[in-house]
């Protein structure tokens, strides 16, 4: 087995974590493939003009590109080059049929998992780096190897389930008459978008969960070797977990779906807050400071967003009701039923705080990214925010340091709306600034400034409570936030 590796997808997942691998195994060439012509020729391109934005990125891609990086839309070529495969694609929320806005849509991974069988021409591990429901390692594993995943037992519950595909399969040898074989692992990612580099170079853990037999247990080996990096000065080995492959599939769910449900927690206490008296940084403050809870992920805002904690909790829920595990799937569901009430409380809040309409005034939004530091307007809270705002013909100026241009794609098709790079230009004549992402930028703006160029009363609801609010009402200010 060569040293090569590939990866298929060169979006959030793939471009990030194999520039990383290439940096800290200079030793192994590393290929990401992806059909988007388009995006790999942003990824090549010559000033460093690469198609998502995070910290650090470019600084690591210029370090190794061209030399044991290098991205390209020749899947079949990298394919026969690499005996180990990561297969990074797009898991969406399914829109449609069966599972509709809580299902996974598999078709990208499964048309995936066909290519790799067409084009390999020798054993491959494949390690599946997407987000995907518990178990999908065993439909792969039946697509490669044409069985039911690596000789395993498959649990009780995922046979008797209707839903289960795979319930009546054998198990497979390899690939029909050509020997070949397939070892399928799961390796999800757990990075955070804005500190993606960091969490790479510096991880809490590493989880690698492989099938419990002789070949599994080499591929995991495998997979162990590359995370620790060339002469073992990467990644510590006992921050690389090994499960099985189902607990790994399912730890990636898990820990979102917990992250998720800390911030609908919160927001849930921070309108409390607001109703009693209460100020929610310092009940969060104090919670925090007891060890079994810690502080993290207990900031109240606008709720949560990206590509991937809505999109894992709904899975979850349809999981849970899959195997008849219905209040569990009631539980789930309420997370996000907290975190889209959280939004809807904004414009609420908006509405009776200016006098009852909005119709026809201008609110300048700062932020449209889910968080700081990342272009990634995935399931934002301020898309949403903007739709409700959109719906009472609010004029809204929108401005973003980094999310202009996806925000654009988002909102495309809906009238009253303008985008501002300069802040400035944004807030001038406005009745309110909305500010919905908590950008280091908007702490440090001339507020005097702003509040001169704005329409009386000036209004700043500050959703991620990132500004200094007292400094905010001298200047003359009417000021909201959340859980205050």
Not at 358 to 368: R, Y
Not at 374 to 385: F, K, S
Not at 428 to 455: C, G, H, N, Q
Request: hydrophobic content about 40%; overall charge positive; glycine content about 10%.
């Amino acid at each position: 087995m060569n040293r090569n590796i590939v990866c298929i997808g060169a979006g959030y997942i793939g471009g990030p974590t194999m520039a990383v691998i290439a940096k800290m195994n200079p030793d192994r060439k590393v290929y990401v493939c992806d059909i988007n012509a388009k995006r790999i020729a942003a990824w090549n391109s010559k000033n460093y003009a690469l198609p998502i934005y995070e910290p650090g990125l470019v600084d690591v891609v210029k370090e190794v590109r061209g030399k044991n990086l290098f991205f390209t839309t020749d899947i079949k070529s990298a394919v026969k080059k690499c005996d180990i495969i990561f297969v990074g694609v797009n898991t969406p929320t399914k829109m449609f049929g069966r599972g509709a806005g809580r299902a996974s849509d598999l078709q990208f991974w499964e048309a995936t998992a066909r290519e790799i069988k067409g084009y390999a021409d020798g054993d491959k591990i494949v390690v599946e780096k997407s987000t995907l429901p518990v178990r999908t390692a065993a439909a792969m594993e039946a697509i490669l190897n044409g069985g039911t995943g690596n000789g395993e037992r498959i649990p009780r519950a995922k046979r008797v389930a209707e839903s289960d595909a795979l319930a009546g399969v054998g198990t497979g040898n390899g690939k029909a008459g050509t020997g070949i074989r397939f070892t399928v692992l799961s390796n999800p990612e757990f990075l955070a978008e804005g500190t993606a580099i960091k969490d790479l170079l510096s991880p809490d853990r590493v989880l690698i969960g492989g099938p419990e037999t002789v070949e599994g247990r080499a591929a995991v080996r495998e997979i162990c070797d590359i995370y620790a990096g060339k002469d073992g000065k990467w990644v510590e080995r006992y921050k690389i977990l090994t499960t099985n492959v189902w607990s790994a599939e399912l730890t990636k769910l898990a820990a979102n779906a917990m992250l998720a449900q800390r911030v609908s927690s919160v927001n849930a206490l921070a309108g409390l807050c607001e109703a009693t008296g209460a100020d929610i940084d310092e009940v969060a403050r104090v919670m925090g400071a007891d060890r079994r809870i810690g502080s993290k992920f207990l900031k109240a805002g606008p709720g949560f967003g990206g590509s991937c904690f809505k999109k894992d909790v709904l899975n979850l829920v349809y999981l849970c009701e899959t195997f008849g595990l219905h209040t569990a799937a009631e539980y789930w569901s309420g997370v996000i039923k907290m975190n889209d009430h959280q939004q809807e409380r904004i414009v609420s809040r908006l509405f009776k705080a200016m006098f009852n309409t909005l119709a026809n005034k201008k609110i300048a939004m700062f932020g449209f990214a889910f968080k700081a530091d990342t272009g990634d307007t995935r399931e934002t809270p301020a898309g949403y925010v903007a739709r409700l705002l959109n719906e009472e013909h609010v004029r809204l100026a929108i401005t973003d340091p980094k999310a202009i241009e996806n925000g654009k794609r988002d909102l495309a098709g809906l009238d009253g709306i303008t985008w501002e790079k300069d802040p400035y230009k944004a807030a001038k004549d406005a009745d309110a600034v909305l500010l919905m992402t908590d950008w280091k930028e908007y702490p440090a703006l001339d507020w005097e400034k702003i509040f001169k160029s704005m329409r009386k009363p000036a209004l700043v609801f500050d959703t991620r409570n990132c500004l200094d609010a007292g400094a905010l009402k001298k200047i003359g200010f009417r000021v909201l936030n959340v859980g205050k």
